[in-house]
């Protein structure tokens, strides 16, 4: 069986904030539509968040991928190219690690 590829990857900047990058990975799991992946994009954070990632990957319904470069300052430009070259939607949507979708914001755009 070949995997069909999602239509939207969702791209998650967060450094060192596993508290609201929770909130979000659990609202997007809330969508009013299926047809996407997310790749959070870690800006050098503390394993806190890859232990967070972890532990959501089995409580939602869409791929998670965690890319994460190591902390060097201020890099967010460079995490966020990083994971578009593993995005496989056909459409990007970048969010900020403080922004909780609702409930329609992928089907709505």
Do not use: W
Not at 24 to 33: G, K, V
Not at 45 to 62: G, Q
Not at 64 to 83: E, P, T
Not at 95 to 105: C, M, N
């Amino acid at each position: 069986m070949i995997d069909k590829k999602p239509i939207v990857s969702v791209v998650v900047t967060t450094y060192n904030r596993p508290d609201a990058l929770s909130l979000i990975l659990l609202a997007l799991n809330e969508q009013d539509t299926n047809d996407f992946e997310v790749i959070v994009a870690d800006d050098g954070s503390s394993s806190e968040t890859k232990d967070a990632v972890e532990l959501l990957k089995p409580k939602v319904s869409y791929k998670i991928r965690h890319v994460r470069q190591s902390h060097d300052g201020f890099r967010a430009a460079m995490i966020r190219n990083k994971s578009v070259s593993v995005a496989d939607g056909e459409y990007l949507i970048f969010l900020d690690g403080d922004s909780v979708p609702q409930t329609s914001f992928i089907s709505s755009l």
